[in-house]
C-alpha cells in the first residue's frame, strides 16, 4: 500500500487517508473526514476562501461541539464553528454547491484512502459507508475502498439494515463500489517467498536456528492449512506482525514453530484458539471423553473434525483440523491411525512444545504464567553453577527450591543433560536443601521431591564419580542424609554395573553417619532432629552387627534412653486430602527393632509397662514414647501366648 500511494503523489494526486475505527460518532467522523482532506491539500492551494466554505458545510453536517472536541481540527483555519451556525446566511445546499466548486477549482484530485474497512464492528461500518455517500459525489474526490470482500460481508450480514443475507450484503456492496480492484491471489511462490521472508526476519532479529525437524513441522502446517490463509501481502504481514511482538515475551519458553502457528490461530481462527484452550485437557491426555475406552482413532478424528466446523467455525475446517494435529500427537494418532510412545512425548517436552503439560499454559498465556518456573531463569543459575559464582540468578532459584523442589530440581537435572554442572556445585545446591525437598508435597497423592534430587544427583555420580561425596557429608545434616541416601539407592542398583564408586563412598559416607550419631549422643533425643534417618542409613550401609554395636554404645551416653530411642523410632509421615496436609505416627515394626537393636535385648531391658494408650494424631515426643512401649508390650505378649 506504501508503494502505491507514493506512486499516486508522484502521479498528479492529494492523498488523504481516513480511519474510520478512531471515531466514535457520525458527528466527529464528518469533521475528521474534513480535516484530513484539508491536511491533504497544501495551504497555497486550498486558500483561505475555501477552507471557509468548506468549514460552513461541515458545521451545518455536524454540530460545533463534535467539531471541537476533534483532535487536529482548527476552529479558527478549517471551520469558524460558532459563526458560521449564528450568522446561518447560507443554507446546506448552498454551501454544498459552493463546496463543490472549491473543490472542482484544485488543480490536482484527491483520493480519500480507507484501508481495513473489514476490521470495524457492524455500526463503524455503516457509519462510515454513510457518510461516503452523503459526501462521496463532490467533484475532484475520489475514494479507495481497501478490504476483504469475504469478510466485510460477513460483518454486513451482522447489521439489521442488511440481516444475515449473503445476497442483499453483495447488493449494497455494488451499489458503493463503481469500479473494483480485484487483487489477485499470489502464485504459491510468491507466497512461500513471503512466508520465507517473514521468518527469516524474526529468526535473524531474535537469534533463531531452525532445525531439520522444525522445517518438517512448519512445511506440514503450510501445505495442510496456512496456504489456504496466506493468499495476501496483508495476511502475511499481519501474522509475522504478532509473532514478532510477543516473541520476546516467551524467548527460551516455548517452541518457536509451535508458538507461531498458535498465534496463527488466535490471529486467524480464534474460535478455533478458544476450543483449544477448553480442550486443554483431553488434547494433552489429562483427562478425557467417556467414549475414550471405545473410540477408535477414525470416530475420535471424525468427532474433532465435527467439533471444530460445529465451535470453532473456521473458514477453512479441514486445513484447520489438519493443523491441529501438526501441533497434538492425539489427533495426529487419530487422524493417521497410529498410537505414540511415551518416547514421542518426551521429545515434545524437550522442544518446551504446546502439546506438553508442562508448558501449555506458556502458549495461551503468552508468557511464563506467574506460577510456573521460568527456563531463562533455570539456564542462567546454572550458568552462575558452572562458573562458579553465586548471584541473584542462584538465588531466585533457591526461592523455587523452597516453593516447589520436585519443579525445580526437574529443570535443573535437564541444564545438566544440556550442558554437565560441575558435581562439586551441584550436589552442595541439592544437598542443601534435600531435608526440606523431602518434607514438600503436591497433589493428592502427597508425593515428596526428594526422588527427583536423588536420580539428578545419582547421574551426576555416575559421570564424575564420588570424589567430592566425602565433601558433600561433611556440609551438615542435610547433605549427609543425600550422601547417605545416594549410596543406599545405589547399593539397590548394584546390578546395573554403573556405580563403579560404590564401595569406597560407602566405607566414606558410612564413617560420617557414626560421627553424626555420636555427636547427636549429647543431646536429648527429643532435641537431636530426624535420628532415625541416620541410624537406618547407617545399618543399611554397615549391616546389622555394626548398627548393633554402635546404638547400644551410644545408649551408654547419659543423655540417652533406651525409651526415648524406641521413640524416635517411631514413623511420622504425612497424610493429605490435596487442599490440607497434617503429621500421623505410624507404627513402631519389630522387624525395624531387630534390625538396628537386636529385639531380645530390647525386651530383656525393658521392664513390663503395660499398654498405655497413645494416640496416633499426636506427634508429640512424650505420645510416640507411649505408642513406641505399647508396641513393645504386644510383642512380648504375643510371644507369651501359648496359641504362638
Known sequence: MLGIEERLRTGGWYLARHNPWMYSSYDSAVAGFFAEIRDAVPDEVMGPDRRQTLGEWVDRLAPAGAIGSLAGVDATGVVTATAALIKGDRSPERLRKSTAEALAALDQPVLVILDDLDRLQPDELLLTFKLVRLIG???????????????LSEVLQHTQLIGADPGRARQYLEKMVQVRLDIPPLLEDQRIGLVDQGIDGICAAHGIQLGPADQERLGAAWSECLVLYLDQPRAVKRLFTQVDAFWLEVDGEVDFVDFLLMTFL?????????????????????????SRGTETNAERWNRWKQLISEQGRPRHPDGIAALLAVLFLYLHGAQKNTSYSSAFREDVRRRRGVDSEEFFDRYTQVGVPAGDLPDKLVAAAAAELRNGQAGPALEQFQVWLDKD???AVQKLSRADEQEPLPADSALALLGRNYLASAQQRSGFLALSADWQVLSTALRILDREGAAGLDTLAARGPSELALAANLLRKAKRNASTARHGWLADASRVVSAALEAHLRSASGRKLHEASDIARYAYAFWDLRGRESAHILLWELLESPEWTLEDLLAALVPVGRTSTGRRTWRTLGDLEAGKVDELLGLERVLAALPETGT???????????????????AMERVRAGRGDPAE
Open 137 to 151: 459525489r463532490l467533484p475532484n474526490l475520489y475514494y479507495l475502498l481497501a478490504y476483504d470482500e469475504e469478510t
Open 266 to 290: 488466535r490471529t486467524f481462527e480464534r474460535d478455533v484458539y478458544d476450543l483449544v484452550v477448553d480442550s486443554r485437557g483431553e488434547l494433552l491426555g489429562s483427562t478425557f471423553p467417556a
Open 405 to 407: 523442589a520436585a519443579k
Open 612 to 630: 498405655e494408650d497413645a494416640d496416633e494424631s499426636d506427634v508429640s515426643f512424650e505420645n510416640r514414647r507411649r505408642l513406641a512401649l505399647r
